[in-house]
């Protein structure tokens, strides 16, 4: 069939929207009609050519909601109409990692999924005869995208597609940050750093289990109000901090963060983050995702005095079965996306979503079909 999708052809140029062909569904494979897809850092990042995965030309996009419209021989969890968000973290439930029930990263199409290819080795979507690769196994910038059966959650049919598909990334990476990898405590004292898409996420997280003090750290005072709307205690411009950042977190925290999450991809705030931890228990959690080549460091003597290191990828969550709970929490009115969603607009206009997050001025933009 043929299908609008926005093409990185290259990295550092503008998508461009054009008609590619897409092959129907294989064995094991579906096809979504995307109706709705947040651009999310992430997206930029790989456009930008900092990702060592960047593969192109690809069609981008990992933050979808759609309906299924048909499914590949032997697909058995979901069928045409049901309403899904596509999952570039999967879950088969049958690969060694996924049986551990200790990580989220299942492995059952990791190779083929970093190679921009359908875990046949092929890719579903060409243009005048020339393959286009797959992006994080969803390529969601494109009004109808196929996808291996694991990688979609199956999600209750009242959802507004242009609101949930902010699940399939953003909220689930922060809140599940806060509760799956980092199991943040009521009582708690948490500093975030970084108040975007994801941190705003994170401070929301921190709040509905209950932290006591939740600072946000932020060099763009913009985002001061938002993030007290989300449940940030107190606000730190690190510009206006006279001396050392870290020695004034510890003393606001009175003795140190109990948890601090590093939201940004910058890896001096990562030890900043570290740093800033309680001693003898404090727990930093990476989630920002650094430039190819970058490396932390901090004197090992922070670890050997209690702090922890650690990382979080999708919010340590299982998308087939945790994705459908969140987007309950979002119906029942448990968390807010609706705030965090500041523009939105037809997928001919996605490089102005762009250009409004490097500006600083979005939160999430979504583009619609
Ligand atoms: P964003 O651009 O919306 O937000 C980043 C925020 O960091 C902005 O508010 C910016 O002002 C702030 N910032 C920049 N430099 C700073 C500094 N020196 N000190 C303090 N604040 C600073 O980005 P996002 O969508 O929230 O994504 C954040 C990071 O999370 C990115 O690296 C992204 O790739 C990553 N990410 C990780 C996962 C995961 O599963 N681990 C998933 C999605 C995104
Ligand atoms: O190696 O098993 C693996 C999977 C790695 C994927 C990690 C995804 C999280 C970081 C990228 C952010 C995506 C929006
Ligand atoms: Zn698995």
Redesign the pocket.
């Known amino acids: 069939m043929q299908v609008k999708a926005a093409v990185a052809y290259k990295s550092g140029t503008p998508l461009s929207i054009e008609t590619v062909e897409l092959a129907g569904p294989k064995a094991g494979e579906v096809l979504v009609e995307i109706k709705a897809s947040g651009v999310?850092h992430?997206d930029a990042f790989t456009l930008s050519g900092d990702d060592p995965e960047g593969i192109f030309p690809a069609i981008l996009g990992?933050e979808g909601a759609g309906v299924v419209v048909e499914v590949g021989a032997g697909v058995a969890s979901v069928k045409p109409g049901d309403h899904v968000i596509p999952l570039?973290?999967p879950e088969c439930r049958q690969c060694e990692y996924c049986l551990s029930q200790k990580t989220n990263?299942c492995?059952a199409i990791?190779t083929t999924q970093g190679q921009g290819v359908m875990p046949d080795g092929t890719s579903r979507f060409s243009l005048q005869g020339k393959p286009i690769f797959h992006y994080m196994g969803t390529s969601t910038f494109a009004q109808y995208t196929v996808m291996p059966e694991i990688s979609v959650a199956k999600i209750r049919e009242d959802a507004p597609f242009d609101k949930v598909c902010y699940i399939g990334?953003g909220v689930t990476t922060g809140i599940g940050a806060v509760i799956n990898t980092a199991k943040v405590q009521p009582g708690d004292r948490v500093v975030v750093f970084g108040l975007g898409g994801i941190g705003l996420n994170v401070i929301q997280g921190a709040r509905m289990v209950g932290a006591s003090m939740i600072i946000g750290v932020d060099v763009n005072p913009s985002r001061q109000v938002l993030a007290e709307k989300f449940g940030m205690t107190h606000f730190v411009n690190p510009r206006e901090v006279d001396g050392d950042l870290v020695a004034y977190l510890v003393s606001l925290t009175k003795g140190g963060a109990d948890h601090s999450f590093e939201c940004v991809g910058n890896v001096d705030l990562m030890r900043q983050a570290l740093e800033c931890c309680h001693k003898g228990w404090g727990v930093s959690t990476i989630v920002g995702?650094a430039g190819a080549g970058k490396e932390i460091s901090t004197r090992p003597f922070q670890l050997v005095t209690g702090r922890v290191w650690k990382g979080s990828?999708?919010g340590g969550a299982r998308g087939r079965t945790d994705v459908p709970r969140i987007v309950d929490w979002y119906m029942e009115g448990k968390i807010n996306i609706d705030d965090l969603i500041t523009h939105v607009m037809p997928i001919e206009q996605i490089n102005e979503a762009f250009d409004l997050m490097h500006e600083g001025k979005s939160i999430r933009s979504v583009v619609t079909f």
């Open positions: 999310c992430t990992h570039y973290t990263l492995q990791r990334c995702v990828a999708f």
